[in-house]
């Protein structure tokens, strides 16, 4: 088999990323798959963040007055560019972020997806008419292009998340500069030189489009400080854990910049008796274990109800022994590698202390495949009698937690004990059971699910969770308004000039 890093400059290549760019420097990405460093970039510094900051406020100078639905025709192109493209920027998806083949094309899909949601979109940034109190007037709502718009982004959806941003942030008149993680770097260049095609298709057709729209930078966290900083960006959306969260949050307070946070979860599952448990298992067991549980929806809590507690762990244990793990390249292997050794660290950590607290673990072992750099696992379920420890943390790797439950109320209350906000779900089809789940009184996250497992969202709806993990919303429903300006105009069309609340002021 070819190796993993000749496989990724044949597709890099392809994907239109020079050569000389994947050599000489001295950030090395690697791929999970086997550990191997597949390319040495160069790091940017200080200096070409500012550079590509400016050269995005001149590109909003432009971009801002094109008409939105010309925008969008650029969004379309870039769509179009997606499309063709799908299976070799899918599979560079599993090259570097380690996800099975299916997981890669879909995440390539979202990308294809948001851009028609935003195309759509470049038609429908509504504002509102608004009935005013004073005679011979109109008040209005007009959204406008906000400026250029920072992205940091993680490793575990290297390229999605750029894009619910920029898909978006297009249309609505703002360019983009993106810092993607560090441990993904590759196929951020190879998502720039698609969008540049779009670019160049754009032009070609005779639309003007400034350069600069779209920049990506290569570093490490010093750039998303950067970025954080920089006055020049009203807004930067975030997407990382909360430990990031916390200093990007107040940076960006401390000089009023818009935060668009998207933070870690600890998101949960009910089962009640009366659920379908056929279903609650593929439910479950896609939840906890895709992406190597790696997901910031992924399941890591689960509270079965009494009755259906035992047989629901035989048949759950039964599917966690037999689930393929390896090369995620291979057909049939639903888990693939972690990200890298101080995953595997973080899991083994969590599992111990799981253990000092008397839990009963069933897998969580190392797999051996793809060498001694890469760090397969089988996931991990742990019986867990106390909501405590290491159960409120967020542990990128696959542990589900299980713990036993008899009163819905008691299950809602343990599920919204986490400090994160973002995903949850409950397996039922008792009427009033899921009723009460969705209510007030039910899941305090932002996303809340009925015989659907935490993970797996699309677009059209608003993304994103309360309390820790940050409290931003992307990709559908109003979502794009975080990208415009909002401003309220009132149009006196009368000889009088009557003022609000009966005031008067005769000069
Ligand atoms: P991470 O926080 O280590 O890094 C994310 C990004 O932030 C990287 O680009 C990194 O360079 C940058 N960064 C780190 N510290 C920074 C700082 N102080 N200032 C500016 N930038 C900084 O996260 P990760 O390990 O790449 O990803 C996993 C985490 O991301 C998990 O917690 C997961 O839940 C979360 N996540 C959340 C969502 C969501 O939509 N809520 C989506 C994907 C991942």
């Known amino acids: 088999m070819i190796s993993v890093a000749a496989e990724t400059t044949d597709l890099l290549v392809s994907l239109g ?10 950030l090395a990405a690697r791929s999970p798959i086997t550990g191997e460093v597949t390319a040495r970039l160069a790091r940017y510094d200080a200096a070409a963040v500012a550079s590509a900051t400016k050269r995005a406020v001149a590109a909003f100078l432009v971009w801002r007055s094109v008409p939105a639905p010309r925008r969008g025709e650029l969004v ?26 299916s997981e890669g094309l879909g995440e390539v899909q979202e990308m294809i997806d948001i851009c028609d949601f935003a195309v759509g979109l470049s038609r429908q940034l509504y504002g509102l008419t608004i009935a005013t109190e004073r005679p011979d007037h109109r008040m209005m709502e007009n ?153 910031c929806t992924t399941l890591r809590r689960l509270f079965v109800q009494e009755a259906v507690y035992d047989p629901f762990l035989d048949r759950l244990k039964r599917a966690y022994a037999s689930v393929a793990v390896g ?57 867990i009698d106390a909501h405590a420890g290491p159960v409120l943390t967020e542990t990128f790797a696959p542990i589900l937690y299980v713990l036993r439950h008899e009163r819905l109320e008691d299950a809602i209350a343990l599920q919204n004990a986490a400090a994160q906000g973002l995903s949850s779900s409950i397996f039922t089809n008792d009427l009033r059971e899921a009723e009460l789940f969705l209510s007030e009184r039910g899941s305090d996250c932002g996303i809340a699910n009925v015989n659907i497992g935490p993970s797996g969202a699309e677009i059209g709806g608003a993304f994103g969770g309360e309390k820790e993990t940050g409290g931003g919303r992307e990709a559908g429903s109003d979502s794009w308004r975080a990208y415009m300006r909002r401003a309220t105009n009132t149009v006196n069309y009368g000889a009088a000039l009557p003022l609000a609340q009966g005031v008067r002021f005769e000069v």
């Open 17 to 26: 990323v020079a050569p000389a760019r994947l050599t000489g420097g001295d």
């Open 76 to 101: 379309r192109l870039f769509g179009e560019e997606l499309r063709a493209n799908k299976a070799p920027l899918g599979r560079l998806v599993t090259l570097e972020a380690g996800k099975i083949l």
């Open 143 to 295: 959204w406008k292009p906000l400026g250029p718009v920072g992205v940091i982004s993680a490793f575990n959806f290297p390229v999605a998340v750029w894009a619910w941003n920029a898909a978006l942030a297009l249309v609505c008149g703002d360019p983009v500069v993106w810092k993607p993680s560090e441990k993904t770097p590759l196929t951020a260049l190879a998502v720039q030189s698609l969008f540049e095609r779009a670019v160049a298709a754009f032009r070609a057709q005779g639309h003007a489009a400034p350069d600069g729209l779209s920049a990506v930078l290569i570093g490490g966290r010093e750039l998303g400080e950067a970025l954080t900083d920089d006055p020049r960006l009203p807004l930067v959306s975030a997407t990382g854990s909360t430990a990031m969260g916390r200093e990007v949050g107040p940076r960006l307070a401390r000089r009023f910049a818009r935060a668009l946070l998207e933070l870690g979860g600890n998101n949960a599952a009910i089962v009640r008796a009366s659920a379908d448990l056929d279903l609650s298992l593929r439910g479950v067991a896609f939840a906890a274990m895709g992406t190597a549980g790696q997901r």
């Open 327 to 383: 090369d995620p390249r291979q057909e049939g292997v639903l888990v693939g590698p972690l990200i890298d050794r101080a995953a595997y660290d973080a899991m083994t950590r969590a599992l111990d202390e799981a253990r000092a607290m008397g839990a009963r673990v069933t897998g969580g072992e190392r797999v051996e495949a793809g060498g001694p750099d890469a760090y397969y696992v089988r996931p991990a379920l742990v019986e």
